[in-house]
Each structure stands twice: as structure tokens, then as C-alpha cells.
């Protein structure tokens, strides 16, 4: 399970249950170094007592390495990636829209998307051409759209919500 799910579930024992925590991110805070940096508030208690999970999955090995050499080198550890196949040949970069940028994920204070709004602010200011689609949803929607509004960037940002096509979507984009 998560780690929001992991303060009850790495006391939890069953003699039938295997218990596996999912890190999706890095195990410190935002911009830290991964050997030694401040741990992430959420994963404290996932890290402290790890020696209580049957496995600790990640999603890139490179996460998986670098939490081994600060913490140890943890036989439950496992890569499990994300369950997308890339494209098959990557779309010529010149091709692409050069004035396209996009944000695929939750809405949520962990994915700073306010400072994805911010950097594409700062980037139109200077005279480029760009446009942001945010696809996705979350708790922070609202607030998002109350940002855009206030900086008077609607014309640069669009709320897409959930949609099918994220795959032709990068596809496009630079």
C-alpha cells in the first residue's frame, strides 16, 4: 500500500499477509540530496521501520539504489516500473509543438503544479510562445484555477481533467 495507508498497516501482522509499502517518489524532500538529505515527512515512518515490510517496491532503480546505500542494503527491496510501455519510436523532435507544455498527474501540494504554473509564467514574460495543459485532478483543482485566474493567465492554461490520450499527448509536446 501507500505510505498514507502504511502507519496502520507496518504494525499490521497476519501469519497469511505479506505486506508491501510503494514508494513513488524519492525518499527525501523535494530537491534534497538522496544520501543526505531530510526524509520526507511521509516516508519517516515507512523508513524507521522498514525492517517490518516483506518488501519495499520502487518505481525506477535508481530510487531503489539510492535508498539501499543510505539505509542499508535491504534484501526486500524490488523494482516494480510504472506498467506503461513507451512509444515504440519516439516522435522527431522537431516535429513536435515547441510552444506545448504539459503536466500529467494529481493536483495535490506533493506535485508542486503551482510552481509548473509559475515557471510557464516566467517563460511567457520572456517572449516565448507556450501554452500549458494540465491533465489530471486533485484536491488542489480549485486553488489551481484560482492561481491562473488571479495571474491573469488563462489563455496560457488549460484544464484538461482525466483524459485517454496522454501517450499522443507527449507525443507531441517539447
Not at 503536466?103 to 503551482?114: A, D, E
Amino acid at each position: 500500500d501507500s505510505k498514507f495507508s502504511a502507519g496502520f498497516l507496518g504494525s499490521f501482522e497476519h501469519p497469511l499477509a505479506m505486506k508491501f509499502v510503494n514508494f513513488h517518489s524519492t525518499h527525501v524532500s523535494a530537491g534534497a540530496d538522496t544520501l543526505t538529505g531530510k526524509l520526507s515527512d511521509a516516508h519517516q515512518g515507512i523508513i524507521s521501520n522498514r525492517e517490518n515490510w516483506d518488501g519495499i517496491t520502487f518505481l525506477t532503480e535508481s530510487q531503489r539504489q539510492a535508498f539501499v546505500e543510505r539505509f542499508g542494503g535491504q534484501g526486500n527491496t524490488v523494482v516494480i516500473s510504472n506498467p506503461v510501455d513507451g512509444p515504440a519510436v519516439i516522435p522527431e523532435f522537431a516535429k513536435r509543438d515547441r510552444s506545448k507544455v504539459l503536466h500529467v498527474g494529481r493536483f495535490t501540494k506533493g506535485k508542486n503544479v503551482s510552481e509548473v504554473i509559475e515557471i510557464v509564467r516566467g517563460v511567457a514574460s520572456g517572449g516565448t510562445a507556450v501554452r500549458l495543459d494540465l491533465i489530471g485532478e486533485g484536491e488542489q483543482h480549485k486553488d489551481l484555477e484560482d492561481l491562473v485566474r488571479d495571474l491573469g493567465m488563462r489563455d496560457l492554461v488549460r484544464f484538461r481533467g482525466h483524459i485517454d490520450t496522454v501517450e499522443e499527448e507527449l507525443a507531441t509536446a517539447r
